[in-house]
């Protein structure tokens, strides 16, 4: 089954520190071009990808097939196909940017930062292996607002084997902030802060509680049937939290129920989507919010995700509207499964 969850005119700009480049990237050790493109569109609007087509609020975009993960940057698309990092603009023009390796993406709330992982350049261990590297760019302008500095591995290091086991993730990113590895980095003057210990004695990047995610704030959570509550930790769960802090989503496990709560009082609120199941992906503003409606059949021990629909809806009355069309699941043969994702910071749904 392909369902799965997370643009000709003028000329590409392309500014980085490092100048324009090769349309498909930097070669040697030089970091490469974050491509960007000549105008800019909505990129909080409701964004979803149906059979190679990327729709991003009224307008729509050719992909292709094979895109396994995505993210909206203030120009266009950052995608991934296989190891590979590609851009479209929102007139739609394609490049190749870098084979950075893998597919960890993140994008600040207002799409004006996007960070990734790269394994392209830099240092080597001596089996010839990069060492992973995080750069965050302006979206806006191309501009290379981070990078990992170089450092090189112990002689002994054996960096395939060690990603392997501990590989270090791209957490999320905002204005200020890179979340990486086992760090938070200042966007600002590059200063790295380990991670701290929460009232759980879990571990806890620095900023990250106070930080707005392109989901909202990313929050523990506990209380269980019809109650939820913002916790100190997120030993017991973890969910969202609206913008304006009203609002809780438990986001802790899938099949969601389509349900938010009174961040205040805890008690639970229905959300009135097409079905009784529901995944947020994101805030087109502070008092709109969109993400998957989902009919879901637990029956089904094969296929219980029968149909999806992606939803915009309201903070206050959480009232919902479909802004696609209903995307059917059929039998887990692959030539007749719809391919359709929507942005994740964590990946695909």
Known sequence: MKLRGVLVGGVLACLALTGCG????????????????????????????????LHVGERTVELGDDVDQFALGATGVYWMRGRTLMFTSAEGETQRVEDVGWGNLAVSADRSVFA???????????????????????????????????????????????????????????????????????????????????????????????????????????GEGRTRRVAGSAVYGVGVLSPDRTTLFDTGRWPTDAVAYDATTGRQRPIDAPWEHFTLVGWVDDDTFFGVAEDIDARDDVNPLQASQVVRCEVRTLGCTPVSPVIPTRELVADESPYFLVESDQGQL
């Open 22 to 53: 090769d349309v498909g990237g930097a070669s040697g050790d030089r970091p490469f071009t974050l491509p960007v493109g000549p105008t800019r569109w909505d990129a909080t609007a409701p964004a979803w990808l149906l059979d190679g087509t």
């Open 116 to 222: 990734t992982v790269d394994q392209s350049r830099g240092p080597t261990d001596r089996y010839g292996t990069h060492v992973l590297q995080a750069a965050a760019f302006d979206t806006r302008t191309g501009e290379q607002l981070y990078r990992t500095p170089d450092e090189e591995p112990d002689g002994s290091d054996d960096l395939a084997d060690l990603y392997s086991e501990t590989m270090p993730l791209l957490q999320g990113v905002s204005t200020e902030r890179l979340f990486f590895g086992s760090s938070t980095i200042d966007l600002g003057d590059g200063s790295i802060r380990p991670m701290t210990k929460d009232s759980e004695d879990n571990d806890v990047f620095e900023g990250y509680p106070e930080t707005r995610f392109a989901d909202g704030y990313r929050v523990g959570i506990r």
